[in-house]
């Protein structure tokens, strides 16, 4: 599983509210991602990371911001949360550039 | 913009027969690498087959096979001796020229018993 951890796996808030949801992993990859997997579209791109500090967009990325301080750790956080967020949100990790991406188990965000 | 399509919302099979997922999509580069990964209820995304552009073998791995057609775009799975434990969602997704995967909608495979 390439020792990824995302927590929390389960949350249900409000809307409005702020939401943090954390991925850790124990192999020091450079490359970091967040998606989010919505029925009938696969997963999209929300934020990405090519190191401490060094993070870019995706295709979905407004309403979230992220962070990565240290290697092992990439946030991202819901300002505001609004309902279209409700989904299941996905960290992925990739040894290098050009290989496949290994995920963590998903964290299932509902927005009431 | 790279696309990849899906066009089997779902796809079911007797246990034991062999079943082939279809994954088209477009792009203009000629390297880049394509996956199929497998999501089962448990929803974690596993990394089923590998394939690099330049590479005229199709992968293999066990029970699972690709097609890799890079004329007609097109990057099929086959699945061979299907198993219960093979029920899942399937994904095609394209790596570009940027290193971001670009995702299908997916395929429900059912297997029947």
């Known amino acids: 599983d390439a020792g990824i951890t995302q927590s929390p796996r389960h949350k249900v808030t409000e809307t409005g509210t702020p939401v943090t949801l954390r991925c850790h992993q124990t192999e020091n990859h450079r490359y970091m991602y967040w998606y989010r997997q919505d029925p009938g579209h696969g997963l999209r791109l929300i934020h990405y990371s090519y190191g401490v500090k060094d993070t870019d967009k995706g295709e979905v990325s407004d309403g979230y911001s992220v962070s990565r301080s240290k290697t092992e750790d990439f946030l991202l956080t819901l300002e505001s949360a609004t309902s279209s967020q409700t989904s299941v949100y996905f960290c992925?990790?990739?040894?290098?550039?050009?290989?496949?991406?290994?995920f963590g188990q998903g964290t299932r965000l509902t927005v009431v | 913009a790279q696309t990849v399509t899906q066009s089997q919302p779902e796809m079911s099979v007797q246990e034991a027969e062999t079943v082939t997922l279809s994954c088209t999509y477009d792009t203009s580069e000629s390297d880049y690498y394509l996956f199929w990964y497998k999501q089962p209820p448990s929803r974690q995304m596993i990394l089923v087959i590998r394939q690099e552009a330049y590479k005229q073998q199709n992968a293999t791995e066990n029970r699972f096979s690709v097609n890799f057609q890079k004329a007609a775009k097109s990057f099929s799975l086959k699945i061979s001796d299907s198993q219960l434990g093979d029920a899942a969602m399937y994904f095609c997704a394209f790596m570009d020229s940027n290193y971001q995967l670009i995702w299908g909608a997916g395929t429900k495979l059912i297997i029947k018993p």
């Open positions: 992925a990790i990739r040894k290098t550039e050009n290989t496949e991406a290994f």
